[in-house]
């Protein structure tokens, strides 16, 4: 049996477009991304970036709700690209996901109860109606409401923060191994954002379930992340233990993305925005070389020959796809 609960293996994602005149061109949204969530113990996963980074069309493979161009995804051993209905449903089970927006994935017309009604009769969890309730209630205690205070209910009238942690209950309530969790803090209150994220370590930590967190905000991947992996372009730039990645990044890119977080320090003074121009000339094929070399104040003409490998830094999870680290590998293999 794998080790691994989850197993991306070079992924890749390439979306036509039409572009002007008639034509067509080629976007690489995704490229060779490897990824491994071990099954024990249970952990939380950043994958970090800027918009357009590929972070949300990771989630999406992940879910099944597009296809990879090639590569693939692999569930508790076994090939989800080969998975029969039954596998599917069950990986649908144990893979839940929890989105951006936490208005949009409610019916407006039915109230909070019906989105647990709904789970529990399409996997039948429960059939006695007490037996239901509870189980409704256990759920939502995990995520810190009251069945009295939401179930009855609009989702019109309840705070972003609550409609956001009834969608933690409802995945919590399948009993998943793994919950995508879509930028689930990004458009709720600042003040809001501390109770999401500690219901998350909680169900980590007391439930054992992990979890790819995708975001774009470091401040928040810092507070509960174990691994990061950083995005640009639909590439890996820099990947490893969280804390080490934003206390110490290597990648030009990802110095760049952690200089233009302001410190909570009054005495720090903040350097300002980081302006950095769009360029998307390099994503148009997988052979184009490093995405990031229009951007890159130490760029090299080898940048331009094929992408940069992932490069150990500091220590073995430490990897940075970046040609600077080049020479320190080799004059390592030489000692």
Known sequence: MSQMLLEIRNATKIYTQRALGGGKREVVALQDFNLSIPRQPASIITIAGESGSGKTTLA??????????????????????????????????????????????????????????????????????????EMIEQALNIVGLRGEDVLRKYPHQLSGGQRQRIMMARAYMINPRLIVADEPVSMVDASLRASILDVMIRLKEEIGISFLYITHDLSTAYQIGDQIYILYQGTIAEKGNTVNVIDRPHHPYVQLLVDSVPVPDPNVKWKGEIFLPAEEEMRSSVHSGCRFYPRCPQRMDRCLQAQPPLYPVDTRDHQVSCYLYASEVAAEAKM
């Open 60 to 133: 999406q493979v992940v879910l099944g709700f597009t296809h990879l161009t090639s590569g693939q995804i692999i569930f508790d051993g076994q090939d989800m690209s080969t998975a029969d209905a039954r596998q599917m449903k069950a990986y649908r089970r144990q893979v839940q996901a929890v989105f951006q927006d936490p208005f949009g994935v409610y019916n407006p017309f039915y109230r909070v109860e019906h989105v647990f009604n709904i789970v529990i009769n399409n996997f039948g969890l429960s059939s006695g109606k007490s037996a239901r309730r």
